[in-house]
């Protein structure tokens, strides 16, 4: 699959060349809109730790994740990030896994919490896009999972995560009505100490007179199944209730097919369509995923789980999929380990 697919079916072209005309002889053109959602990866997979035998066999999978976190440097991987959009240009950009690092030395195992910032996604990524003079900004930026836990064992700090969603614009696109929430339905994968929560961004944004929704979501990946789900049910009740058009970006971790969760199903169900499939249908839209250490090469994507999801008169022209080609790595690095999905969406007149 190349990076950026180039296809444009017939229907879509037809649609872009015919306008309709407006009353008194003016004619009404139809504004198109690229919008982008781009997991960024932890740096690290934390099965090891969540399913680490003993506290102190946690406590050692947090050092060599950390390890790993660092040699998947995302200061550099920012740079392909920020290399992406200035590509592709999106209007609208959903991150998820705009992750902050803090740390605590010497480790006081919770009696207070670790401040000390060490790696933050949003500032590395809005350094990237500041160097190539991108003109993009973070209108809203949710809290989510925010667990801290001693490294090494005996312990030599503290590291503390804090997992966030974030909504990033082009400027001079208008936004107005931003919301921030976290889901009621969580997951507590460590019962007591840790609580995986998930949340979303939503905002009204405005480009070339047309208003619509924008939500960016990220859904439980852990077991079971009936949390991602049920935070589905709550973004169609919630954020996506509105009588503008909607287009949702997000990592559903949730197949087309039903295999992993019925989230999916529970958004179609809703009245959405997946952009994709309507714009190549057949094709598979592979987004997941690289292996953990993103300084092996690895193999092709095997899963779709990232979506661009619209509902109302909402028409899906082209798209594609980045960060899965060797000419995106940067450093010797992939940039995630999901790939970026792009989509150029007309939006109703």
Not at 38 to 47: E, I, K, P, S, W
Not at 274 to 292: F, I, N, S
Request: proline fraction near 6%.
């Amino acid at each position: 699959m190349s990076d950026v697919a180039k296809l444009l079916p017939l229907s879509a072209l037809v649609a872009l060349v015919l306008v309709g005309a407006a009353p008194g002889g003016a004619r009404v053109q139809p504004r198109t809109i690229t919008v982008m959602t781009r997991n960024l990866y932890l740096g690290a997979n934390l099965d090891p730790i969540l399913q680490a035998k003993s506290f102190p066999d946690a406590l050692g999978a947090v050092a060599t994740r950390w390890q790993l976190v660092q040699a998947n440097d995302f200061r550099v991987r920012a740079g392909a990030i920020a290399h992406e959009i200035q590509t592709v240009r999106p209007d609208v950009v959903g991150f998820q896994e705009l992750v902050l690092y803090r740390t605590q030395t010497p480790s006081d195992f919770l009696q207070s919490s670790a401040r000390s910032v060490v790696l933050d996604y949003k500032a590395e990524l809005q350094h990237a896009l500041r160097a190539r003079k991108l003109g993009y900004h973070f209108v809203g930026v949710d809290t989510n999972t925010d667990a801290e836990l001693p490294s090494g064992s005996p312990a030599t700090m503290d590291i503390r995560l804090t997992v966030r969603n974030g909504l990033l614009v082009k400027n001079g696109v208008r936004i107005r009505n931003v919301r921030i929430g976290n889901f009621r339905a969580s997951d507590p994968v460590i019962p007591g100490l840790v609580t995986a929560t998930r949340g979303w961004v939503s905002a009204d944004a405005t480009v070339g007179g047309r208003t619509f929704r924008v939500i960016v979501t990220h859904l439980e990946s852990f077991k079971p199944a009936a949390v991602a789900e049920a935070q589905s049910l709550e973004l169609i009740d919630g954020p996506a209730r509105t009588r503008l058009p909607v287009v949702l970006l997000g990592d559903l971790n949730s197949r087309p097919d039903g295999s992993t969760t019925k989230s999916y199903a529970n958004f179609i169900g809703a009245g959405f369509t997946d952009a994709w499939a309507q714009a190549y249908p057949g094709r598979p839209g592979l987004t997941c995923c690289h292996g953990e250490d993103l300084r092996i090469v690895g193999g092709p994507f095997t899963e779709r789980i990232d979506y661009v999801l619209t509902r109302g008169r909402v028409r899906a022209l082209r798209g594609g999929i980045t960060g899965e080609a060797p000419s995106s790595r940067l450093g010797g690095l992939w940039p995630s380990d999901h790939g970026g999905l792009w989509m150029t969406l007309r939006l109703p007149g």
